[in-house]
């Protein structure tokens, strides 16, 4: 069946300009995550959706970042007046929801910021 | 506060030596999940095992295993006859049962030469 389907797959902007980053999760999956993987530091969590509670965004590093998910599937990641620092693979995972469920991650946005 | 220590940055091993990654964790939660991920050279993450914190047997599948001490907060992960396909990026992971968020190590660079 199909897995988390994240794109773009890259994406190269200019600083200051705003991005958006999308993820289709699998289907019937209830949770969805965004996280961040920079060189050398590992996976960092952003923000958390589960079903239609209020997100988990303590990750969320500035509020330059946020995230939605419409009608409980598709999610998009947004970052405005993007900065060097953003430069990263952004990693959506999904999963069926209860603590012990493992998740199922995509294969990122490589977003480079000029 | 949930913590997953990998201290072992990389490795670097001949094939068929048998390598163990050190996964070392900490929670104040009395019921939580470890798992460990895959990462390849290919980018995307592969679940690989989870093992809730009432369940210390070992667990042996094919040539990976996986040892969980609750008296020492370690969840180490053994390949044993390491072949060049092993070679990846090997992430423990931790989830509180009090919460979804996915908490992950940093990582250990495992590298299998021919």
Redesign the interface.
């Known amino acids: 069946g199909a897995g988390v389907s994240q794109s773009p797959s890259n994406k190269v902007t200019e600083k200051g300009k705003d991005v958006e980053l999308r993820c289709d999760p699998i289907s019937g999956h209830t ?1 969805l ?1 965004w ?1 961040r993987q920079s060189l ?4 960092e ?1 952003l923000i ?1 959706f ?1 079903g239609n509670s209020a997100p ?1 965004k ?2 969320l590093p500035s509020d330059r970042f946020s995230a939605e998910r419409t009608g409980g599937s598709v999610s998009t990641l947004t970052i405005q007046r993007t900065q060097q620092e953003d430069s990263a ?1 952004y ?1 959506c ?1 999904s999963s069926r ?1 209860e ?2 469920s ?7 946005t490589r977003l480079t910021v000029t | 506060a949930q913590k997953v220590t990998q201290a072992q940055t990389e490795i670097s091993v001949v094939e068929k030596e048998d390598v163990t990654l050190d996964c070392v964790y900490e929670t104040r939660d009395t019921t939580y999940y470890l798992f460990w991920y895959k990462q390849p050279p290919s980018g995307e993450l592969v679940f690989l095992i989870r093992r809730n914190s009432f369940d210390e047997q070992n667990e042996i599948s094919g040539r990976y295993s996986w040892n969980f001490q609750k008296s020492t907060s370690s969840f180490n992960f053994t390949i044993t006859a390491s072949q060049v396909v092993d070679s990846a990026v090997y992430f423990c992971a931790l989830n509180g049962g009090s919460n979804y968020k996915l908490t992950f190590g940093k990582g250990t660079l495992l590298t299998v030469n021919p």
């Open positions: 949770a995550y996280y050398g530091q590992g996976l969590f958390y589960q988990d303590s990750g693979v990693l995972a929801g603590p012990n493992p998740l199922h991650f995509g294969n990122g």
